[in-house]
């Protein structure tokens, strides 16, 4: 695949943020972002898509509005970038009027926690498979696996507070990351 993605049509971006906005229940969102443009569109590359993952994780707000967001951006520009973020943000926005004012009758319905539990399952599953994709991209070589699994480790297990862990793991990441030698052109890193 092109490292160029494709020019996608603004309706196309539009039903896909659309339907993943409103069809996606308690988590899992960019992980079904990451299926249906890499996976059965082929709009980004997985490269291009955990770029976007990472810098979407550390801005503020929430990843998947920075993800429509960045995706839309990627294939469109801002426009695209627009038509993303308010794709993703509709079909919630009127789901979540509507069934907040369903919500007293529905948890009166027998099934509607168990569909509720099995929602919340299906979706953390799709987080551990693009969890896992990413991690299997992303430490093919000893330092990323390292450091993955250093901070895994301290947040994970010992229970080290997130910034602290970013502080130390961020600077360290980007060292062993950045390019050595020369770059085509003839300068030096």
Request: glycine share 14%; aromatic share 8%.
């Amino acid at each position: 695949m092109s490292d160029t993605p494709p020019r996608v049509p603004l309706r196309d971006i539009f039903r896909v943020f659309f339907t993943v906005g409103a069809s996606s229940f308690g988590g899992g969102v960019t992980g079904w972002m990451h299926r249906i443009t890499v996976g059965q569109k082929g709009w980004l590359t997985n490269e291009k898509f955990l770029a976007g993952l990472a810098l979407g994780q550390v801005l503020p707000g929430a990843n998947v509005s920075n993800m429509a967001v960045y995706i839309g951006q990627v294939l469109r520009g801002p426009l695209g970038a627009i038509v993303a973020l308010g794709a993703v943000l509709t079909g919630p926005f009127f789901l979540v009027i509507a069934v907040a004012t369903l919500y007293d009758e529905a948890i009166k319905i027998p099934f509607f926690h168990s569909a509720m539990d099995g929602i919340a399952a299906a979706a953390v599953g799709m987080v551990l498979r693009m969890g896992t994709m990413g991690a299997l991209h992303g430490c093919r070589k000893a330092a990323p696996a390292v450091i993955a699994f250093g901070v895994f480790v301290a947040i994970g297990i010992l229970q080290w507070p997130l910034a602290p862990v970013a502080l130390v793991a961020a600077p360290l990441s980007v060292a062993l990351a950045w390019p050595r030698g020369r770059r085509q052109g003839g300068l030096d890193a």
